[in-house]
Each structure stands twice: as structure tokens, then as C-alpha cells.
């Protein structure tokens, strides 16, 4: 759960819908991760998923990728691995399910975002909280790999995230800029 006030209290629950609920009352996000476990080992329960309190889902991290059949044999340490189609994102996508993506590099060795880990960017108007949040709850949102990759995608003008009406003039944009 990613707060947006510093000063909120812990809180414990049992259940998915208390911790949903609990999100939506303290203005709070869920980051659902390693989604593409089979379910009852982590995995994600698309039945149960709100996009209100979760509008991205981790499709990359050290346990592997979540993105589709594939990319869930890749986890690289500490992973149960294998995974399960319908716990994937595609599948989810498919599904008419909306959502953004996010990396995460779920280092337990104090090294977040190193090579083949993950990392989120979010596209902000402004470096600060109420901006940051805002664009996370838009899913303007991009899952990197561990690479730092600066990268901004447009669909007639509307930022990656956007909900867009069907048309058959489509003009995409696409700006990428690589760190090292």
C-alpha cells in the first residue's frame, strides 16, 4: 500500500476487501505484485481487482515478469516461480480489465532498480506529492526493467494511461531517451 499521508497509522486485516476499503477511506493506492503466481502462492485475483484503489499492477520485478505466459519463467532469485495464464496481464487486458503498469524491484538486498529488476516511472506535471499521485491514479505509468529509460507515449495527444474513444485516425508518438 503506497500512502499519500506520511502519519497514517498501521493497519492489519485478513482480507482484501478490508484492505480496499481501507485504501479508499485513507486516500491510499494498492500496487498489486507478482500478479502472475498461480493463486493461493501470491498471485493476483482479477474477480477481486478494483482499479479504483489499484490503478497499476507490478508487470515486472525480480521475481520475473507478469506481462504474459512467457515472462512468468523468468524470476531471477528469491522466486517461487511458474505462473499462471489467467494471472497475467494480457489475459487481464483481454479481458476488457484497465489498468497501468508498474516495475518494482522487490530487492530484499538494499539495491532497489538494479539490472533486471524493476523500476516505475510516472509521467507528472510537477516533482511533487499531489502531482506524482495524480499521475499515478491516471496511470500515466511505465514499467521499466531495471534500465533507467525515460520514455513518454501519446495516442492523439493523450498521454499512456488514457481511456480513449475508438477513431480511425490514430496517431501515436513516441519519445524514448536511454540513461547510460
Given amino acids: 500500500m503506497l500512502s499519500y499521508h506520511d502519519d497514517g497509522p498501521l493497519f492489519y486485516t485478513d482480507t482484501l476487501a478490508a484492505l480496499q476499503d481501507h485504501a479508499r477511506d485513507s486516500d491510499a493506492t494498492l500496487l498489486p505484485h507478482h500478479i502472475s503466481y498461480a493463486r493461493g502462492s501470491c498471485g493476483i485475483n482479477w474477480d477481486l481487482f ?3 484503489v489499484s490503478p497499476v499492477v507490478e508487470i515486472h520485478s525480480e521475481h520475473g ?3 504474459t505466459d512467457y515472462d512468468t519463467l523468468l524470476g531471477l532469485r528469491h522466486s517461487v516461480a511458474g505462473g499462471s495464464t489467467i ?5 487481464a487486458l483481454a479481458q476488457g480489465i484497465r489498468f497501468g503498469f508498474s516495475g518494482g524491484s522487490d530487492d530484499h538486498w538494499g539495491c ?3 539490472h533486471g529488476e524493476g ?5 507528472a506535471s510537477a516533482n511533487t506529492r499531489d502531482a506524482i ?4 491514479r491516471a ?6 526493467t531495471g534500465d533507467r529509460i525515460r520514455l ?8 499512456m494511461g488514457s481511456a480513449l474513444s475508438a477513431t480511425p485516425t490514430r496517431l501515436l508518438s513516441v519519445a524514448a531517451e536511454g540513461w547510460d
Fill in 87 to 91: 494471472n497475467t496481464a494480457q489475459y
Fill in 133 to 136: 499521485f495524480e499521475g499515478l
Fill in 119 to 123: 523500476l516505475m516511472g510516472v509521467w
Fill in 139 to 144: 496511470r500515466h505509468t511505465v514499467a521499466l
Fill in 50 to 52: 478494483d482499479p479504483e
Fill in 65 to 67: 515478469g507478469s506481462e
Fill in 112 to 114: 532497489p532498480g538494479t
Fill in 152 to 159: 513518454s507515449v501519446t495516442l492523439n495527444d493523450a498521454p
